[in-house]
């Protein structure tokens, strides 16, 4: 069964979806669930460019344009993350870090909520791609983040899917099992 | 005045405009950058900063230098890809010029500099 994440207590979420279909539902479930907390929602993916793919995420979200203008919703565009990812190189990721956090700072001194729900898919293109080896380092990384973030009670969740009609392959049970490992909670995404 | 942690790209970048006929002046740190922009803050045209360095970050030295010297024009060097009007949105306390992402080329930093400076494509101010 699905469940959603409380931004309220910060996770690093593996979220495994069946479908393209359930993967929409559930990404954009989490983004409407922050932005319905006044919390800050951001949906940071490779496919940001894709014009079809965003217009699948934008049409479920309640006041997509009046989100995005106040500053309570933002589609980043991460490409090139997953250019550098298959290279090792995490200085896009840090910096994405280092922006998330400047992003809760502002928020908090304009006495906005505190909170960011980010959905992000890199490690979901990496498993696609079965580039797994990337994809756990990747995600460790994200992992070391939320455990930085929460020691510095940053309310911060990360939501990565990934796809399990690959990793729930039998010959991929130990791959799924060390990505797995690298978050903080693993859900199911469901078709509705 | 260029300012990056990461001190081959600030020699490089700072190589490459002078080189070009720029008075630049480098820094490794942000509170370095901007103590020297407090006390001359219309020296500089353009601060050109990393947004993640150890200490005071690009952000940081963006929000601070702009209040000293609101004319001076400021460029963000981040490794992702955002529009400075979404960047305004989501960090409005922040005034930005412009954003150049990393890595660095100089094919972007000539562009920089004749967006931000008036310069024409030889690099000479457009009079």
């Known amino acids: ?192 | 005045m260029v300012v990056d942690d990461d001190v081959d790209v600030l020699q490089t970048i700072k190589k490459y405009l002078v080189n070009n006929g720029f008075n630049v002046h480098a820094f490794s740190d942000g509170q370095s950058a901007y103590e020297h922009f407090r006390y001359f803050p219309k020296e500089h045209s353009l601060i050109l900063t990393d947004i993640r360095m150890s200490g005071m970050s690009g952000f940081e030295l963006a929000r601070k230098a702009n209040l000293v010297n609101p004319d001076v024009k400021i460029v963000l060097m981040t490794g992702f890809l955002i529009q400075m009007t979404e960047m305004a949105k989501v960090l409005p306390s922040i005034k930005v010029d412009g954003i150049i992402v990393k890595p660095i080329t100089t094919t972007k930093l000539n562009e920089l500099m004749q967006k931000h400076l008036l310069l024409d494509d030889n690099m000479e101010v457009i009079k």
Not at chain 1, 11 to 16: E, I
Not at chain 1, 81 to 107: C, H, Q, T, V
Not at chain 1, 140 to 158: A, C, H, M
Request: aromatic fraction near 8%; charged fraction near 25%.
């Open chain 1, 1 to 192: 069964m699905s469940k959603q994440v409380n931004s309220s207590s910060a996770r690093h979420v593996m979220l495994l979806y069946e479908t393209d279909d359930a993967r929409l539902e559930s990404v954009t479930s989490y983004i409407t669930d922050a932005l319905a907390k006044d919390d800050l929602a951001v949906y940071a993916s490779v496919h940001a460019d894709n014009a079809l793919h965003i217009s699948k995420i934008t049409s479920k979200i309640a006041n997509y344009n009046v989100n995005i203008e106040q500053g309570n919703l933002l589609i980043l565009n991460i490409k090139n993350f997953y250019s550098r990812a298959l290279a090792g190189d995490l200085e896009p990721f840090k910096d994405l870090k280092a922006f998330l956090e400047e992003m809760i700072r502002e928020r908090i001194a304009a006495g906005k909520s505190g909170r960011i729900v980010v959905v992000a898919d890199c490690a979901d293109n990496l498993s696609k791609n079965k580039r797994f080896e990337e994809c756990v380092y990747i995600e460790r990384w994200w992992q070391d983040s939320y455990l930085e973030w929460s020691g510095k009670e940053l309310k911060i969740t990360v939501v990565c899917p990934h796809p399990s009609v690959i990793l729930g392959k039998e010959r991929y049970a130990q791959e799924k099992h060390q990505i797995s490992h690298q978050h903080s909670l693993t859900v199911t995404a469901l078709d509705r």
